[in-house]
Structure formats: structure tokens, C-alpha cells
């Protein structure tokens, strides 16, 4: 069993960067894969970024390539999310999620774990 557990968001004015914290517990995430996605108000969940966890390959949604940053520290069994250059659309809460094996996957469905969430609010 694993237990994640998001932090780092907030309220941020536009342009600002943030970093998410993804700290795991109760299994070690050296073998999962992690990934992030966001859920706003009336929308479906969205995949931002995934992290391998053998290489550390990552892969990125279009939507934030270039200005979001995943990277993992499995020493600390935590994965980060690194977001610059923050926009009002990028308003949602946030998640992180683990998966095991190798494979990437953009689907929620394919994800083992999940944390409770973080809001992260950018105003104009």
C-alpha cells in the first residue's frame, strides 16, 4: 500500500511558479511510476506529467510542456511538480498518483495510488 500526500499549493498571482511536493509513505516508490494531474471545476481529470521510474524519462501534456517540470528524489519516496510562468487556467487541484511497471499511461484508470489533492489558485 502506498499513502501520497500533496503540499505546496496555494494561492498565486499570474506568472508566479509554484512547486508540489508528493511525499509517499508505507511503500517505497523507487518502482512506480508518478505522475500528475489536475481536476477544475466542471471538468474532467487532466494529465499533466509522468515520470519513469527506472530512468526517469518524463512525458508531458501540450498544455503545460515547457513550463511544468516533474522530477522525483526517490531517496525522500517524493515526487515534485515544478510549474512556472502560472496562468488563471491553471487553476485546479492538484494530484499526484503512482503506478507500477514501466509503461507510461495518461489514464487515471491506470493508477494504483492517488493523494487527497492540493488547490492551487492563479488570479489575474
Known amino acids: 500500500q502506498v499513502h501520497l500526500v500533496e503540499s505546496g499549493g496555494g494561492l498565486v498571482q499570474a506568472g508566479d511558479s509554484l512547486r508540489l511536493s508528493c511525499a509517499a509513505s508505507g511503500r517505497t516508490i523507487t518502482n512506480s511510476g508518478m505522475a500528475w494531474f489536475r481536476q477544475a471545476p466542471g471538468k474532467e481529470r487532466e494529465f499533466l506529467a509522468y515520470?519513469?521510474?527506472?530512468?526517469?524519462?518524463?512525458s508531458y501534456a501540450d498544455s503545460v510542456k515547457g513550463r511544468f517540470t516533474i522530477s522525483r528524489d526517490n531517496a525522500k519516496n517524493t515526487a515534485y511538480l515544478q510549474m512556472n510562468t502560472l496562468k488563471p487556467d491553471d487553476t485546479a487541484v492538484y494530484y499526484c498518483a503512482a503506478r507500477f511497471g514501466t509503461s507510461l499511461s495518461r489514464r487515471s484508470s491506470d493508477y494504483n495510488y492517488w493523494g487527497q489533492g492540493t488547490q492551487v489558485t492563479v488570479s489575474s
Open positions: 515520470i519513469r521510474s527506472i530512468d526517469s524519462i518524463t
